[in-house]
């Protein structure tokens, strides 16, 4: 099996639980958990959303686990996995991918190289 | 025997998604045999391939129709696939209308994708539009076949 994304980590970390809305720009040296709803820009090393996740906007992180939905633009560095429940719209770029059975990839699909990632990231944040 | 230029391939993702596969000629035809078709490493195809269950080792360029089609590691395709189950462990650049499509290990998937259901195992590779197509009743159509799938139309595409 695929070891689990973002666990162990002393790097600051967030989560966002069950019910909470976040609408904003955050940056995460750590982990991002979301099994609420966030709405803006996020950059993280790793973002975890749960099956009550919902997470849209500028997403860029290094790698990705998906149960819950994300929508617009998702940049992942590294590995994406995309679990059962998990739905992926919009524009996704990836280096590694894996999508469990009944998991969704909708919308353009890409997979890049990790150096392409960076600077893709950099675009983001510089708004372009 | 059925006359291949019978068949009517579907022209629009509509048609493959209410396609009564159990009616398909091929399907029909087979009467219980365990049947297959390969194209093998060293052969080619330019045009239609329509079949049953197909392993591709070779090279298809065209048109798939068949309800089972597996792309082998040497195999490649370009064009169009229409079918019920996909296993992707070679190469395919095409259009795709399909129920389940795995991408194996080695996979590389490039298309234009309308699917039910997907998997992606590590180390495969996907890209281009994917959209995933409702599901309004998964179960098999009931009554004749429909009657669209016996007219004439030769030129396939």
Redesign the interface.
């Known amino acids: 099996m695929v070891e689990k994304v973002g666990e162990q980590s002393s790097e600051g970390a967030i989560f966002i639980g069950a019910g909470v809305e976040f609408k904003g720009d955050m940056t995460v040296p750590g982990c991002a958990t979301v099994d609420g709803k966030f709405e803006g820009v996020l950059k993280a090393k790793s973002l975890v959303v749960g099956q009550t996740g919902n997470v849209s906007g500028q997403i860029s992180v290094e790698t990705a686990e998906v149960r819950g939905v994300v929508g617009d633009n998702l940049t992942v560095q590294s590995k994406l996995v995309v679990r059962s429940s998990g739905s992926i719209s919009g524009a996704v770029s990836y280096s590694k991918i894996m999508v469990e059975e009944g998991g969704e990839l909708a919308g353009t699909i890409e997979k890049i190289a990790p150096a392409e990632a960076e600077q893709k990231i950099v675009s983001i944040q510089r708004g372009e | 025997m059925y006359d291949c230029s019978l068949i009517v391939v579907p022209q629009h993702e509509d048609e493959v998604a209410e396609y009564d596969w159990g009616n398909f000629p091929p399907n029909k035809h087979h009467k219980g045999k365990t049947s297959f078709s390969i194209i093998d490493e060293s052969a080619g195809i330019e045009g239609k391939l329509i079949a049953r269950t197909a392993f591709i080792h070779g090279q298809v360029q065209g048109l798939v129709f068949a309800e089972h089609v597996t792309i082998e590691a040497t195999g490649r395709v370009d064009g169009i696939i229409f079918c019920r189950t996909l296993n992707v462990l070679g190469s395919v650049r095409a259009n795709i209308v399909c129920d389940n499509v795995?991408v194996r290990s080695g996979g590389r998937l490039s298309a234009n994708l309308k699917y039910r259901?997907?998997?992606?195992?590590?180390g495969?590779?996907?890209?281009?539009?994917?959209?995933?197509r409702v599901v309004i009743d998964g179960r098999a159509k009931p009554g004749p076949a429909t009657p669209v799938a016996m007219t004439a139309n030769r030129n396939g595409q």
């Open positions: 795995i259901s997907m998997k992606v195992e590590p495969g590779l996907v890209g281009g539009q994917f959209e995933r």
